[in-house]
């Protein structure tokens, strides 16, 4: 298990170093295009990259937000030509399934158009908000422009954390001997977490 979680966050770690914040705004456009690739993962571990003096903080939550935007695409016309049909149908695939679309549409229905700006700063809510915004049909335009202004703050206290968890690591060489004795431990739950929502998610549909 902690190999495998080691080579994940290996993996990320380097497409971000070698694309710079071009792999940030890949990453996080498979994050918002419903791919399991958590952004809590992403923005961390960019942030971590910022302590090292690899990359800016400004520019690392602005390519995150643009990241973002991308990912968006194709769940908003997938929202759009294709409605709750399309989620119900394929969701499945990717672990989504009529609780996330309901919450989501719940949420655009109670705030409107300003549920964009407001959802991308939720965790759940940001990751399916495209969708009713979609099917909706909200101007295009306003749907990016809310998205960058929601996700851009999202993005930046992210890999802000990152950045002060990276320096504190660096240096201060108790806490890294803490926190190597500690290293299963928190993998360990990252896991169990992990598989437990995968197992929740596939009893749910198969239920539904």
Excluded at 72 to 87: H, N, T, W
Excluded at 116 to 144: C, D, E, K, T, Y
């Amino acid at each position: 298990m902690h190999d495998i979680i080691g080579h994940v966050a290996t993996w990320i770690i380097s497409v971000i170093s070698a694309m710079g914040y071009w792999g940030v705004a890949l990453l996080m456009a498979i994050e918002s295009a419903c791919i399991p690739l958590p952004s809590e993962i992403i923005m961390p571990f960019a942030g971590y990259l910022v302590s090292i003096g690899q990359l800016n903080l400004i520019g690392v939550a602005t390519a995150g937000a643009i990241g973002c935007n991308l990912g968006s695409i194709p769940a908003y016309y997938a929202g759009k030509y294709g409605g709750r049909a399309f989620i119900l149908k394929w969701g499945k695939w990717v672990l989504i399934g009529a609780d996330e679309l309901d919450k989501a549409e719940r949420f655009f229905a109670r705030f409107g158009n300003f549920s964009i700006l407001i959802g991308r700063m939720l965790p759940v809510i940001r990751s399916f908000i495209a969708f009713p915004a979609g099917m909706a049909r909200m101007n295009q335009l306003r749907f990016h422009i809310y998205t960058f202004i929601g996700s851009w703050p999202f993005c930046y206290v992210l890999a802000l954390i990152g950045k002060h968890m990276g320096a504190a690591w660096n240096n201060d060489p108790q806490l890294k001997a803490v926190m190597h004795k500690l290293d299963l431990v928190v993998v360990g739950a990252i896991v169990l977490a992990g598989a437990f929502y995968v197992w929740h998610r596939v009893r749910a549909m198969r239920k539904g």
